[in-house]
């Protein structure tokens, strides 16, 4: 039993790894193609309350400004997502689908007129939400734990990205994205542990 689980757990970690490894190097190969294409994937982020830039809710989450905004990304998104998908892939994709989709909906809505937001700091904020609360939302030890250290160690960074004085940054996928997150962690809560199973 304890073999099985032991297993269950590592396997899980590994899966969750390759995926956080995958989407941020995918994240670097589309900024590469960005970059040798001229920037003509820029035109994927979002134009706020423009009907026509709807398709590009999703698409803007995976696309950035330069290769320093992709960095700046990576190192949170990778650790925060491995974190949030520890918890199970479908569970972690649904959490996931909801932060990008509620997210670029956000900025579409109310962003400033006339400019473009791209980028995966709207899902990172999200996942540091989701972090956050779920632990207590479903009262699992481990899970507080996780969100303290979270808070811990980008707390004062998401504070400061949630900030309206920021210049060409976007504040509003931030508070968006995060607003989202905790959502998500109630939205898709698990039974608390030792809960018992009742059938109906």
């Known amino acids: 039993m304890g073999t099985d689980l032991e297993w269950s757990t590592g396997a899980r970690a590994k899966a969750a790894a390759k995926l956080m490894t995958g989407w941020v190097a995918l994240l670097w190969l589309l900024e ?80 400033p007129a006339h400019t473009n937001t791209a980028g995966a700091s709207g899902l990172i904020f999200g996942l540091f939400g989701f972090l956050l609360v779920s632990g207590f939302v479903e009262r699992r030890p481990l899970g507080v734990l996780v969100g303290l250290l979270v808070g811990a160690v980008w707390g004062g960074s998401m504070l400061l990205g949630l900030a309206p004085t920021q210049t060409h940054v976007s504040w509003q996928a931030h508070l968006v994205g995060l607003v989202a997150g905790v959502a998500a962690a109630f939205l898709f809560r698990r039974p608390p542990a030792g809960a018992p199973a009742v059938r109906a």
């Open 32 to 111: 590469v193609v960005d970059s040798v294409s001229g920037h003509a994937l820029d035109s994927l982020g979002i134009v706020p309350r423009e009907p026509s830039e709807l398709i590009d809710v999703v698409p803007a989450a995976f696309i950035h400004f330069g290769f320093g905004h992709v960095a700046a990304n990576s190192v949170p998104l990778l650790v925060m997502g491995f974190l949030a998908a520890l918890g199970g892939l479908r569970r972690f994709a649904a959490v996931c689908a909801l932060v990008i989709v509620a997210d670029g909906l956000g900025v579409w809505l109310i962003s």
